[in-house]
């Protein structure tokens, strides 16, 4: 059975400061849980999630919920049918990650957006709880993210991490130093040829 894991009703802030300004056209927020980036979206886009405690809550506001559970490995969408994906905290808890990638890809317009974001391994929180900390499957830092999305035919365009900061000093600093070890989250934005 799968493990319900709780979030907190505010958005991360890199989603709320940096990464909304993407959501675009028809959106969909793979792993709404609460909703708290889903109601960041345009109005009528949608929230799947495993669970429907929330559901409700979606339609009050103008969007849809839509049940399904990402470790089937088949998104219930047809092919190109997406304009912007978020795909934020959900891989780590993915049996087949890889797999749900390409759905992501399948159901994602060409030249349309992901934006996919997972904790970085490399947080100092690792250390208090070890690397599948918070019963995760998989862990993953900057670069087996980016070889994952990269096999499965993504363009990675942009990374942040979870504070509104991309310059590229501030990627160096985060990236080449033992910096990387304090951020939380990881955040790609990539595109579909």
């Not at 300004?21 to 999630?49: E, Q, T, V």
């Not at 990402?70 to 891989?91: A, E, M, V």
């Not at 709880?129 to 900057?142: A, C, L, M, T």
Request: hydrophobic letters at 35%; a positive charge; one cysteine or more.
């Amino acid at each position: 059975m799968q493990k319900r894991f709780n979030t907190t009703g505010r958005p991360l802030r890199i989603i709320e400061k940096k990464l909304k300004s993407y959501f675009r056209g028809k959106c969909i927020d793979i792993g709404a849980d609460n909703g708290r980036h889903l109601f960041l979206m345009p109005k009528g886009s949608i929230g799947l999630d495993h669970y429907t405690d929330y559901f409700e809550d979606y339609t009050k506001a103008g969007f849809e919920g839509v049940q399904c559970d990402l470790n089937q490995g088949i998104l219930p969408f047809k092919d190109n049918d997406f304009d912007t994906i978020l795909f934020s905290h959900c891989l780590e808890h993915i049996e087949m990650p890889n797999r749900i990638i390409k759905e992501v890809f399948r159901i994602l317009k060409s030249g349309g957006t992901l934006i996919v974001g997972v904790p970085n391994v490399y947080c100092i929180h690792t250390d208090f709880y070890g690397p599948k900390w918070d019963y995760h499957i998989n862990v993953y830092d900057g670069k087996a993210l980016k070889k994952l999305l990269s096999k499965n035919r993504f363009k990675v365009m942009k990374r942040f991490c979870n504070f509104p900061l991309g310059n590229w000093f501030m990627y160096a600093l985060f990236n080449y130093t033992p910096l990387k070890y304090f951020w939380d989250d990881i955040f790609f934005v990539c595109k579909k040829p």
